[in-house]
C-alpha cells in the first residue's frame, strides 16, 4: 500500500538555527497537507499544497510541493522555541482516498 | 465555535472493560475519523466515516467498533479492553475524506491495565 515517509525523525537545533523536514510518497498525491503536534497536544493543520512545484510561505515557515507530486518539504527560517513540536505531512492514498500521515519530524529546539 | 469536542479526556480501565468515546463536530463535516497515536509514533487511522451513514475500516480496526450516530457525532467503542489499546487517541473531522484539512479534538488518554 501507499507509504508516506518522512526524513529526518527527530532534529536539534539551537534557536536560530534553520530546520528542513522531508516528506515523500510512494505514490502521487492530489494534494499534500502538513500539521504540527507540540508536546502534549494535537496536531493542528498548517497548510494544503495541491499544485506541481507550488510554494508557499508563512511566515519563517516555506512549504514546497514537488513537481512530480510525490514528495514535499517544510523549511523552517531562523527557528524560535516556539517552533518545538511534531511535523507530519500528509496526502491522499489508496481507493478510498484516505489521508495517510507520514511518519513525523520532532523538532527540538534549545535557546 | 468548539469544533471538534472529544470525551472524557482520561480514562483508566482494566483488562476486559468496555467503554465509549464521543466525538462531536459543529462544523458541518461529512467526514469523520478516529486516529490512535502512540508514544514516538504516528497518527493510524483505526476507523472513518466518509459520510453520515457510512463507516469504513482504516489501518487497525482490530478491537473496536464505531458509530456514526448522525452527522455531529462520530464514536469509538472498545467492546473488551486490551494493554496493547492504552495509547492516545483523536478524533478529527473534515469537509471530504483525502481532499480537506482535518480539524482534531483534544484526544482521549486511554491506560488499559
Known amino acids: 500500500g501507499q507509504q508516506v515517509m518522512q526524513i529526518p525523525q527527530y532534529q536539534h537545533v539551537q534557536e536560530g538555527e534553520d530546520f528542513t523536514t522531508y516528506c515523500n510518497s510512494s505514490?502521487?498525491?492530489?494534494?499534500i497537507q502538513w500539521y504540527k503536534q507540540r508536546p502534549g497536544g494535537h496536531p493542528v493543520f498548517l497548510i494544503q499544497?495541491?499544485?506541481?512545484?507550488e510554494v508557499k510561505k508563512q511566515k519563517r515557515l516555506t512549504f514546497q510541493f514537488g513537481e512530480a507530486k510525490k514528495n514535499s518539504s517544510l523549511h523552517i527560517t531562523a527557528t524560535q522555541t516556539t517552533d518545538v513540536g511534531t511535523y507530519f505531512c500528509?496526502?491522499?492514498?489508496?481507493?478510498?482516498?484516505?489521508?495517510?500521515f507520514g511518519t513525523g519530524t520532532l523538532l527540538a529546539v534549545q535557546p | 465555535n468548539a469544533g471538534v469536542t472529544q470525551t472524557p479526556k482520561f480514562q483508566v480501565l482494566k483488562t476486559g472493560q468496555s467503554m465509549t468515546l464521543q466525538c462531536a463536530q459543529d462544523?458541518?463535516?461529512?467526514?469523520m475519523y478516529w486516529y490512535r497515536q502512540d508514544p514516538g509514533m504516528g497518527l493510524r487511522l483505526i476507523y472513518y466515516?466518509?459520510?453520515?451513514?457510512?463507516?469504513d475500516k482504516g489501518e487497525v480496526p482490530n478491537g473496536y467498533n464505531v458509530s456514526r450516530l448522525n452527522k455531529r457525532e462520530f464514536s469509538l467503542r472498545l467492546e473488551s479492553a486490551a494493554p496493547s489499546q492504552t495509547s492516545v487517541y483523536f478524533c478529527a473531522s473534515s469537509r471530504q475524506v483525502g481532499e480537506s484539512p482535518l480539524h482534531f479534538g483534544n484526544g482521549t488518554r486511554l491506560t488499559v491495565t
Open positions: 499544497l495541491v499544485k506541481s512545484g
Open positions: 500528509a496526502g491522499p492514498g489508496g481507493a478510498t482516498n484516505k489521508l495517510i
Open positions: 505514490t502521487t498525491l492530489s494534494n
Open positions: 462544523m458541518n463535516h461529512n467526514s
Open positions: 466515516s466518509a459520510s453520515e451513514g457510512t463507516t
